[in-house]
């Protein structure tokens, strides 16, 4: 079956450190892949998106991902994170079916935790 | 340009009833999908909508529908409601249907069931 699957259900960092927020699909054909953040009391907003080309992902606020297709990963990284930066960040994926696009099928989500 | 509005913003409900909500999208913006958010499960598909079709749908039961209106405002029903409906139920709109598809969403309507 088709899955996403982010294994760190909290992460903790200290402000001005480094962060990277795993993500590993598993699908029968290279899904589009993206990364959402998600602030108390919010929709989701879309960081970044995948879909062939350059591995190497710019997103918004400073993030970036990098898709490895031999370990079915597309993890998201941030070299220096800000108080604001606290939220819940979602990896999801989305493949085309007969009638048009799947939905995205979303990981179960990393909380992301600053430390001053 | 407005984002993507949900009403209303918080719903309570009683077992047995049916409710509907509703979900303007991004002038412009002919998709529509829908998406179940919870604390065990996670974010899930509901069904997605595009020029007054639905295009697809995802895992839950028929008392779940929805339509989609010429203005490509959209609609999600759910009958005889059971407590586990109790949700973060989030509408996305995106310009076209397919998975290169950016979604914008809104904030949510927050449904409880008691």
């Known amino acids: 079956a088709q899955s996403v699957t982010q294994p760190d259900i909290h992460i903790t960092v200290s402000e001005g450190a480094s962060l990277e927020l795993r993500c590993n699909y598993s699908?029968?054909?290279?899904?589009?892949l993206f990364w959402y953040v998600q602030s108390p009391g919010q929709g989701l907003q879309l960081l970044l998106k995948?879909?062939?080309?350059?591995?190497l992902v710019q997103g918004i606020k400073g993030f970036e991902a990098e898709f490895k297709r031999s370990q079915s990963s597309f993890n998201l990284r941030k070299p220096s994170v800000h108080w604001s930066d606290a939220a819940e960040y979602f990896c999801a994926a989305r493949l085309d079916s007969g009638g048009g696009a799947d939905g995205l099928t979303f990981g179960k989500g990393t909380h992301l935790i600053i430390q001053p | 340009k407005a984002g993507v509005t949900q009403t209303p913003r918080y719903l309570i409900k009683t077992r047995g009833q049916q409710v509907t909500l509703s979900c303007s999208p991004i002038?412009?913006?002919?998709?529509v999908s829908w998406y179940q958010q919870t604390p065990g499960q996670g974010l899930q598909f509901l069904f997605e909508y595009f020029s007054e079709t639905q295009r697809n749908k995802g895992n839950f039961p028929g008392r779940f529908s929805g339509r989609q209106f010429s203005n490509s405002r959209s609609e999600m029903n759910v009958s005889t409601l059971e407590l586990g409906d109790s949700a973060l139920y989030l509408c996305?709109?995106?310009?076209?249907?397919?998975?290169?598809?950016?979604?914008?969403f809104g904030s949510g309507t927050q449904l409880s069931v008691l």
């Open positions: 996305a709109s995106s310009l076209a249907e397919g998975r290169s598809e950016k979604l914008f």
């Open positions: 699908y029968g054909a290279t899904p589009y």
């Open positions: 995948y879909f062939s080309g350059d591995t």
């Open positions: 002038s412009g913006h002919r998709s």
